[in-house]
């Protein structure tokens, strides 16, 4: 599956953005999909979870409460909703997709996606 990552950019701490991944090439539905970011210098880490429904989600520790993964099959587009954005939020956030099957629905491990979006830059500034 092909993987389009947007909706990056700058603001002011506190504030919000949406990124969206759409999908192509495969059938949206038999994926589950997640949300990566990578600081300048860190490794690339998990954010967020969602199985191929929508009805299970799971987030990393320092961003719950304030950060929403979402999904609309019949757009084949996959969101992340970024509340009260902190400057610690500031990377590239990756969308990746990881095929329907008897396992997890995420994997905070990288290296269990192998297909990735581009990634859209995030910056917060202070």
């Known amino acids: 599956v092909q993987l389009q990552a947007s909706g990056g950019g700058s603001v002011q701490a506190g504030g919000s953005l949406r990124l969206s991944c759409v999908a192509s090439g495969r059938t949206f539905g038999r994926y589950h999909m997640a949300w990566f970011r990578q600081a300048p210098g860190k490794e690339r880490e998990f954010v967020a979870g969602?199985?191929?429904?929508?009805?299970?989600?799971y987030y990393v520790d320092s961003v719950k409460g304030r950060i929403t993964i979402s999904r609309d099959n019949a757009k084949s587009t996959v969101y992340l909703q970024m509340n009260s954005l902190k400057p610690e939020d500031t990377a590239v956030y990756y969308c990746a997709a990881l095929p329907y099957g008897g396992g997890y629905f995420y994997y905070t491990n990288s290296k269990e996606y192998h297909d990735w979006g581009q990634g859209t830059l995030v910056t917060v500034s202070s």
């Open positions: 969602i199985n191929w429904s929508g009805s299970s989600t």
